[in-house]
């Protein structure tokens, strides 16, 4: 049995991408109800006007009547006064709607991206996805700001000239109905056309906009390798591919335009000629052909708007649909239905069990093979072994950014898939090797560790990271900005930055993944001070080669290819050889 949906033309359920968009405008029903309203009086307000200028010419005209004249521009007045009235209410109501909406689905979606798991933002492009919150989401504002409005108002006068027509004329009126199949059919043949040409345009858009955000964010490297010209070169490509895609789809829409506009009004002429016969015949008075022609036009000019924001209205459901695969993405690392707290206080203790994991982008080489490891509560353990091991690996098993194929880990005797996310990682404080810097100010970036400290706490531990005497050098202190990606710091700063946080999260797991390797001797010797104060009563799990961190663990972990290879004291793996005295004589002995 075939799906039904799968039955429907490929641009019916591509413009059925924008149902979507009704979860984000049921809240605010009072300015669509308003909206609907003002719509309804304004279409009424206009569709009056033919009806007075019939007036005029048959009693105010046909019998010179100065007063019948006079009468009906004052009414006329009258309404063009409420009709301007609607037309602003109107604006107002659907405007503050479609900002609305905008603001409710582009929280939605950045808090569902947010949500999603580290894999997910592996295979993905950061300057592609920024796309959808901005450009994706303002085509979409723009569908129901103006497009919405338009395309339901061409719709009511359509529907409300239609019936005078028949009302005033229905031999004309008739007549005019003939040609309404041709004016539909270019509609449906070159809005698909349009619609595909849409969604690839913003596909090239947001192309272009993923090779500026990486470029951009790397600006020092594309510098020191002179790239400037090529990087340039890239990215004017893309756009001209997104301008070539473009091109084409405004091409299609101008042939939309242009049919609909040529089959339109030349049913208005024929129309029209036939109409003027009838007057000259004298069966038709002259204020009924005018009364006529002013609903024919309004009609007209109905189809017209209609055609226009067809093509918007694709579009925005291309940039709908795109919208909608992003929030149609689930994360694959979630916390269970009713998870298991840790009992309080945390011990730490840490356990590995036969636990083999592949990355999703590798799935033919093994991260992690059969790897068993026990921590105890309080013990420090350094991971050391050449690159590719998997050192860094574990530490991220242990935050749960990945769930291992095979075997389990375990805080307290606890399955880590038993926890709830937060709780898991409000345990955990990790100093990164790569340390983010946030474009707030310092105090900020700090606490980024815990939200609620107060400002003598992020001094303390500014303090303890040696971070206190560089950040009050700076103009602002604690309240000076960081700049974006932490332009301003150096990278031994910035490592200070991120101990800093981990020293002020005081979380009963310490996670260390290269954290002096930016340092230079002077401050490293400082900041291993400041690591054993924070090492103190917690266990740590360390990523290091220099031999200070390394020789101060209870105990040293050597890995090689995702599997432990010896394990020991430093003292014990030098005299033992193997892997670890060859990385410590390549590392360790000047």
């Not at 017209?304 to 694959?332: F, H, K, N, Q």
């Not at 981990?502 to 001797?521: M, V, Y």
């Amino acid at each position: 049995m075939s799906d039904s949906s799968t039955d429907k033309p490929r641009s019916v359920r591509r413009v059925g991408a924008l149902r979507q968009l009704w979860p984000f405008i049921k809240p605010h029903r009072a300015l669509a109800i308003g909206w609907l309203f003002f719509l309804a009086l304004s279409s009424g307000a206009s569709l009056v006007l033919p009806m007075a200028f019939r007036h005029i010419i048959d009693q105010g005209f046909g019998h010179s009547s100065l007063g019948v004249i006079n009468a009906t521009f004052i009414a006329l007045f009258g309404v063009a006064l409420v009709l301007a009235f609607a037309t602003a209410a109107r604006y107002f109501c659907i405007t503050l709607l479609s900002e609305r909406a905008l603001a409710s689905l582009r929280d939605k979606l950045y808090s569902h991206l947010i949500r999603l798991d580290v894999g997910f933002f592996e295979k993905s492009r950061v300057g592609e996805l920024t796309s959808r919150l901005s450009a994706d989401t303002e085509v979409v504002q723009a569908l129901i700001g103006s497009g919405v409005s338009i395309a339901l108002r061409s719709a009511v006068m359509l529907l409300g000239a239609a019936v005078a027509m028949v009302w005033t004329a229905p031999s004309l009126a008739g007549l005019t109905a003939l040609v309404i199949p041709g004016v539909m059919l270019p509609i449906l043949i070159f809005g698909q056309r349009v619609q595909k040409l849409s969604r690839a345009s913003q596909d090239r858009l947001a192309d272009a906009a993923a090779i500026a955000n990486e470029t951009l964010n790397a600006s020092t490297a594309v510098k020191a390798y002179a790239r400037e010209d090529i990087e340039s070169s890239r990215y004017g490509s893309a756009i001209y591919r997104a301008l070539a895609t473009a091109r084409r789809r405004i091409g299609m829409r101008s042939l939309l335009t242009t049919a609909v506009i040529v089959l339109v009004f030349g049913a208005i002429t024929l129309v029209l000629w036939v109409g003027a016969r009838h007057v000259l015949q004298g069966t038709m008075d002259a204020g009924v052909l005018g009364q006529f022609v002013l609903y024919a036009i309004f009609a007209a000019g109905s189809v017209a708007g209609l055609s226009e924001v067809w093509g918007d209205v694709l579009r925005a459901a291309g940039a709908m649909e795109r919208i909608g695969e992003l929030l149609a993405e689930r994360a694959s690392i979630t916390a269970p239905a009713n998870p298991t707290r840790l009992a309080q206080p945390v011990r730490g203790e840490i356990r590995f069990e036969g636990v083999t994991f592949n990355y999703p982008t590798r799935p033919d080489a093994a991260a992690l093979h059969d790897f068993t490891l026990v921590i105890n509560p309080g013990e420090t353990v350094a991971l050391v072994g050449p690159s590719g091991a998997g050192k860094s690996t574990v530490l991220s098993m242990l935050l749960r950014f990945y769930d291992p194929q095979a075997g389990r880990i375990c805080i307290d005797g606890v399955d880590l898939r038993a926890l709830a996310l937060d709780d898991l990682r409000k345990t955990i404080a990790l100093v990164p090797q790569e340390t983010i810097i946030f474009s707030g100010s310092a105090a900020d970036n700090i606490r980024f560790g815990r939200q609620e400290a107060s400002d003598e706490e992020v001094r303390e531990a500014a303090r303890s990271a040696e971070a206190d005497g560089f950040i009050s050098a700076l103009n602002d202190g604690y309240a000076a900005e960081m700049g974006e990606r932490g332009v301003r710091l150096s990278g031994g700063q910035r490592q200070r930055i991120a101990i800093a946080r981990a020293i002020l999260r005081d979380a009963p797991l310490l996670l260390l993944d290269e954290a002096t390797s930016a340092l230079d001797a002077q401050s490293e010797a400082a900041i291993q001070q400041a690591l054993e104060r924070l090492e103190k009563g917690r266990t740590t799990l360390v990523i290091a080669h220099r031999l200070a961190t390394v020789k101060r663990a209870d105990r040293i972990v050597v890995m090689d290819g995702g599997r432990i290879v010896a394990q020991g004291t430093h003292d014990d793996l030098l005299a033992e050889g193997g892997l670890y005295s060859e990385l410590a004589k390549l590392q360790f002995v000047a």
